[in-house]
């Protein structure tokens, strides 16, 4: 168990919706990464958060938006969704804000229908 | 473009062998690289290689960093069935972004 917690565990949807996945780092933590893991693309970088500010930002689409609140928890927005966005997505923290160890949470597997 | 890969895409060894895992990259402002361990969800953390740190070892595993010909390998000695998994290679820059290799799937046979 590294620490790091995501909810919901598994998210159906229909194409055309919005969800939100949330994450709560490991306690100390400053910084929090969003990932794509899917068969063909494999793990995709998509945003950073450190201490409630976007740090870095990788191949996150204009659909995708994520947010890091003063609790330190973040939530991924994604919208209008389409087949292609049916993936596991990972949430990490680490201590600072540079890419040293990041620790990974269960992810939160989503289906879009 | 920036790109991580690895080989092999697969492996299948027995237990007691010796495997040897490769990562190459081509990343601007290049700041870590890292190995983690895939099995059946999350990515664990393995090693972080900087240039003030080019090799870590950590029981059977061992890593070394090559700057010079931008690639890194994982080593694991005398192999277990517990080490089955997938080995992801990621590159880390200054401006905080990664880049993942597309993994290693290690087998171990008893």
């Known amino acids: 168990d590294s620490g790091v917690t995501q909810t919901p565990k598994h998210l159906i949807t229909a194409t055309g919706q919005r969800v939100t996945l949330r994450c709560s780092p490991r306690?100390?933590?400053?910084?929090v990464y969003w990932y794509q893991q899917s068969l063909d693309q494999g793990l995709q970088f998509l945003i950073q958060y450190y201490n409630g500010e976007e740090r870095a930002k990788g191949n996150i689409l204009e659909r995708f938006s994520a947010q890091q609140f003063p609790d330190l928890h973040s939530e991924l927005n994604l919208s209008s969704l389409e087949l292609g966005d049916s993936a596991l997505y990972f949430c990490?923290?680490?201590?600072?804000?540079?890419?040293?160890?990041?620790?990974f949470g269960p992810g939160t597997r989503l289906t879009v229908l | 473009e920036d790109k991580v890969v690895q080989s092999p895409l697969s492996l299948v060894v027995h237990e007691g062998d010796t495997v040897t895992l490769n990562c190459s990259y081509e990343?601007?402002?290049?700041?870590?690289l890292l190995w983690y361990k895939q099995e059946k969800k999350a990515p664990t953390f393995l090693f972080m290689l900087?240039?003030?740190?080019i090799e870590k070892k950590s029981g059977r595993l061992s890593s070394i960093l090559d700057k010079k010909e931008l690639s890194s390998i994982l080593n694991i000695t005398a192999t277990q069935t517990g080490d089955s998994a997938i080995y992801l290679c990621?590159?880390?820059?200054?401006?905080?972004?990664?880049?993942f290799g597309a993994g290693t799937r290690l087998t171990v046979k008893p």
């Open positions: 990621a590159v880390g820059t200054v401006y905080n972004d990664m880049r």
């Open positions: 900087t240039s003030s740190g």
């Open positions: 990343v601007t402002n290049f700041r870590s």
């Open positions: 306690s100390g933590d400053l910084s």
């Open positions: 990490a923290s680490s201590v600072m804000h540079s890419t040293d160890t990041q620790y």
